[in-house]
């Protein structure tokens, strides 16, 4: 139990906060401990369209017709779940699209390597056999195909890059937070607890 004493420290200190004081540096703190927003307070998460937002509660004011206080707060209800849900959904994507750009990323990179590396380092593992490749190839090493080298690992950084992009870096984010641990479990359990809120 937290003594008189040491409460009354804790109010000092919350006195001295340097948290943000504008307007904008508040509006951008509220996102710092968010993740992949399916448990956000927020429904709406920075880069999702807003007019889909506002179309979409639009159209289900129009069909449930809400009357009173009470009923309009459940249609806000529905519609903070039913986008969530389509949020999940996205997620799920990019989970697959995560995991599928890296694995032809990596399937480039091998091809390159061997385009590109001397059979002398057959030993070294082949995420450090991709670097050599083109340490190698930036030095001047010989090739032994130079244009098929080239275009393997282009293809492998357009891969890569495509990994940081879109529905594959929301689903590379939620991958992160569970820690690479039964992620699709993790999933359904929030796809339950949104859809058990929606109903």
Known sequence: MTSDKQVQANRRNALKSTGPKTPEGKASARYNAMKHGLLSEEVLLPGEDE?????????????????????????????AAHWR???????????????????????????????????????VPPELMAIIAEAQAAAGATIVDKQKHEEALSRAREMEAKQTTGSAALGRVFVRDSEKANTFSKLSRYESAIERSLY
Not at 52 to 79: C, F, H, T, W, Y
Not at 106 to 118: C, L, M, P, V
Request: glycine share 8%.
């Open 85 to 123: 849900l389509r949020r999940l959904g996205r997620v799920e994507a990019g989970i697959f699209a995560w995991e599928h750009y890296g694995e032809l990323a990596s399937r480039a990179r091998s091809e390159a390597k061997r385009y590109g590396i001397s059979k002398s380092s057959h030993d």
């Open 51 to 79: 007019a889909a937002l506002k179309e979409l509660s639009e159209l289900l004011r129009d069909e449930l017709q809400p009357v009173g206080q009470m009923e309009n707060l459940l249609v806000d209800r529905i519609v």
